[in-house]
């Protein structure tokens, strides 16, 4: 037995829900995949599996190579869209002028410090695309879930819990039996791990390329800027310091390739301002969509920037919105109310 073989064979079951018609293949191979990033690369090319793009990267879908996500996730609606595909304007504001403007907001924005017993709340409407054997990606629908995230230090097992589908899920590690958990860091961003980076854009810069690692199938740079603007990316949802946002918009301010889209739309039918770039190797761009007036964060979109075996330029391979963000003391809490 191999040990991808032995490692899916001590996964748990979920004991909450049972997952809809239909998804067990798709979560098997989302799992096997996550089971594959933690399988040191020791196999030959012949065993290794075929590289391909990496989905469903929303900021609320912290960590990734560490968490098992079945039975979490739900495939969203794929739409196609024609916005000039994030053209600065001639003559009006860059990408780095807006960046700067949007950092400047955010460290003037008053924030409450999250405590470590307790938990952050998110809500948010989700759309994703699911894979498919002959390489295209299957339509869904758009999803509103809410999550808890824990904020404890760790290391903990349990990392969050999902509703959405009138069901409630837990998150919780991959790794087998014996594992101690997962403990806060850069695969589980809590209020306090946020609060100890550096506050300065350029020291920040320098920690998250430390951080990451380059994700299969994004562009071989080796200066990773690709996967260190989607590692912020996956960072902007969460509720941190003003100090540590303002940071995060200062460092992709100096990221190469990074644009500023003129008129972009979330999920929820908000249309606001982004910042995008491209990865050139998957030929996918990621936006990060702002309010036009306030500024605020309103959440993200992959779309493909040319035609392929996956869909046709334009095609929406997932996207968020954030609702809501708040702090509460238990799971099952929403925000203005009890325990449920």
């Keep these: 037995m191999t040990e991808r073989e032995e490692l899916a064979r001590l996964l748990p079951a979920l004991p909450e829900r049972d997952l809809p018609a239909g998804r067990h293949s798709h979560h098997k191979d989302r799992l096997m995949q996550l ?9 030959s090319a012949s065993q290794s599996r075929p590289t391909r793009p990496w989905l469903l990267r929303p900021a609320v879908w912290m960590p990734t190579a560490a968490l098992a996500l079945a039975g979490a996730l739900t495939v969203g609606l794929i739409t196609t869209m024609d916005s000039g595909y994030g053209v600065e304007p001639s003559g009006g504001e860059t990408a780095v002028v807006l960046l700067d403007r949007i950092a400047d907001v955010a460290a003037k924005t008053e924030a409450t410090p999250v405590r470590d017993d307790q938990l952050v709340y998110i809500k948010s409407l989700d759309a994703g695309a699911e894979y498919q ?5 299957k339509p869904g629908r758009l999803t509103e879930r809410e999550a808890w995230w824990s904020q404890e230090p760790g290391p903990v097992k349990q990392l969050a819990l999902f509703y959405e589908g009138g069901g409630y899920s837990p998150l919780r590690e991959l790794l087998p039996p014996g594992s101690p958990g997962i403990p806060a860091g850069i695969d589980r961003p809590t209020y306090q791990w946020l609060a100890s980076l550096p506050t300065d854009p350029d020291e920040l810069l320098d920690e998250l390329y430390r951080l990451t690692r380059k994700a299969q199938g994004q562009e071989k740079d080796k200066e990773k800027a690709q996967v260190v603007f989607d590692k912020i990316g996956e960072l902007l949802g969460k509720v941190m310091p003003p100090r540590t946002a303002a940071a995060l918009y200062g460092a992709a301010a100096k990221l190469p390739g990074v644009k500023r889209v003129e008129d972009a739309v979330d999920p929820a039918g908000r249309h ?4 995008r770039r ?3 190797r998957s030929s996918w761009a990621t936006e990060w969509i702002f309010d036009r007036d306030t500024l605020a964060y309103l959440g993200e979109r992959t779309y493909l920037t040319k035609d392929s075996q996956m869909g046709r330029k334009g095609t929406v391979l997932e996207e968020s919105a954030i609702l809501q963000r708040a702090v509460v003391d238990e799971y099952r809490q929403r925000p203005g109310s009890g325990a449920k």
């Design 35 to 43: 089971i594959d990033d933690r399988t040191p690369a020791t196999a």
């Design 133 to 137: 054997e002959d390489g295209s990606y």
């Design 272 to 275: 606001g301002v982004a910042i």
């Design 278 to 280: 491209v990865d050139k």
